[in-house]
């Protein structure tokens, strides 16, 4: 976890370093008038400037703290302990990160349809939330080095024996927060979710025929509920990379 974290590191370093790079200036030749020289220094500080206003670890850095979003109920990534402590493997991910900096970590919960649109706004500095990496989000977020891999798991009800393959998903109803486009690609009619016990409770009483969600949070979800009649139906064929979002430019 420490090398990962020094490749997560050393991404958002680069940024800075390649933002930054371009602010010293070079001399000019002795042939160049005092008028070219002006311009060229005036050039030189516009590019600087911009630079800085674009250099994110910059920013965090003088601020003291770096503003981190996530959902705070997707068990194991982020989620309230019995004492409502705010944990899991992303919220430990974010506070090395920070502690690598040098600076404290803010975190601000929300649903995830908000997460990204924050990201875009400026609200948050990063996203670290099991976000996984897609040639959509490619072309609008820079993506660091993925720290996670998932396989997405089609959860059905334990007597459910209609879905065996991704194939399967054609014609049924699935609900999802996360992974509902995963869905949809497969021909699945897809119900928008708040969190994953509202998804569970929709899947136990019929209402849908099935839910896709990473591999992990269904472990975790049966270690914390036993008694729970699902299971896991398939598997997707490719393997998810999770990394962190962060906007072009910064």
């Given at each position: 976890?420490?090398?990962?974290l020094?490749?997560?590191?050393?991404?958002?370093?680069?940024?800075?370093?390649?933002?930054?790079?371009?602010?010293?200036?070079?001399?000019?030749?002795?042939?160049?008038?005092?008028?070219?020289?002006?311009s060229?220094?005036?050039?030189?500080?516009?590019?600087?400037?911009?630079?800085e206003?674009?250099?994110?670890?910059?920013?965090?850095?003088?601020?003291?703290?770096?503003?981190?979003a996530?959902?705070g109920?997707w068990a194991?990534?982020?989620?309230?302990?019995?004492?409502?402590?705010?944990v899991?493997?992303?919220?430990?991910v974010?506070?090395?990160?920070a502690?690598?900096?040098?600076?404290?970590?803010?975190?601000?919960e929300?649903?995830?349809?908000?997460?990204?649109?924050?990201?875009?706004?400026?609200?948050?500095?990063?996203?670290?939330?099991?976000?996984?990496?897609?040639e959509?989000?490619?072309?609008?977020?820079?993506?660091?080095?993925?720290?996670?891999?998932?396989?997405?798991a089609?959860?059905?009800?334990?007597?459910?024996?209609?879905?065996?393959?991704?194939?399967?998903?054609?014609?049924k109803?699935?609900?999802?927060?996360?992974s509902?486009?995963?869905?949809?690609?497969?021909?699945?009619?897809?119900t928008?979710?708040?969190?994953?016990?509202?998804?569970?409770?929709?899947?136990?009483?019929?209402?849908?025929?099935?839910?896709?969600?990473?591999?992990?949070?269904?472990?975790?979800?049966?270690k914390?509920h036993?008694?729970?009649n699902?299971?896991?139906?398939?598997?997707?064929?490719?393997?998810?990379?999770v990394?962190?979002?962060?906007?072009?430019?910064?």
């Open positions: 976890m420490k090398r990962t020094s490749l997560l590191m050393a991404v958002l370093m680069l940024t800075a370093v390649v933002l930054t790079g371009c602010s010293s200036g070079g001399t000019t030749s002795g042939a160049a008038s005092s008028s070219d020289a002006s060229a220094s005036s050039e030189a500080e516009s590019e600087s400037s911009a630079a206003e674009n250099d994110l670890l910059a920013q965090i850095k003088e601020k003291g703290t770096i503003t981190v996530m959902e109920t194991p990534w982020t989620y309230h302990d019995a004492d409502d402590n705010l899991g493997y992303d919220v430990e974010a506070q090395n990160i502690e690598k900096l040098g600076v404290e970590v803010n975190f601000v929300g649903e995830w349809d908000g997460l990204l649109a924050g990201l875009d706004d400026g609200r948050y500095d990063i996203m670290v939330n099991g976000v996984g990496v897609t959509e989000r490619a072309e609008k977020y820079n993506f660091s080095t993925p720290y996670a891999y998932n396989r997405t089609v959860i059905v009800r334990g007597d459910y024996d209609e879905i065996n393959s991704m194939e399967d998903l054609e014609g109803t699935t609900a999802n927060t996360i509902s486009t995963y869905a949809e690609a497969h021909g699945a009619t897809v928008g979710v708040d969190d994953l016990n509202q998804t569970i409770e929709l899947l136990l009483s019929g209402r849908i025929d099935a839910t896709l969600n990473a591999e992990v949070v269904f472990a975790d979800y049966v914390e036993p008694e729970a699902i299971k896991i139906a398939t598997f997707s064929d490719e393997v998810e990379k990394a962190i979002p962060i906007r072009k430019g910064d």
